[in-house]
């Protein structure tokens, strides 16, 4: 298991027990999690996953994460 920093942002927040949108929250994971496993984990519908940063890079879904990194997950994002 690694310990890893998630945020959660916008409409995706809803999903996250508890949860504010945008503040970090520690969780645990096994290894070799990938950014697709942990929205598994987090059960958020993928459909409504849009972007992934690690450490504040953006990464695919497949994305090994390593321990204690920051994670932040993103929905598609409308304006007018």
């Known amino acids: 298991m690694m ?13 996250i027990a508890g949860g504010v949108t945008g503040a970090p929250f520690p969780l ?4 070799a999690t990938t950014i697709a496993d942990l929205v ?11 972007v992934a940063f690690v450490n504040g890079r953006t990464r695919p879904l497949d994305w090994p994460l390593q321990p204690e990194d920051e994670v932040g997950i993103f929905p598609p994002i409308g304006g007018g």
């Open 3 to 15: 310990r890893i920093r998630v945020k959660v942002f916008a409409t995706l927040g809803r999903h």
């Open 28 to 31: 645990e994971v096994p290894d």
């Open 40 to 50: 598994r984990q987090l059960n958020l519908p993928r459909e409504e996953v849009k």
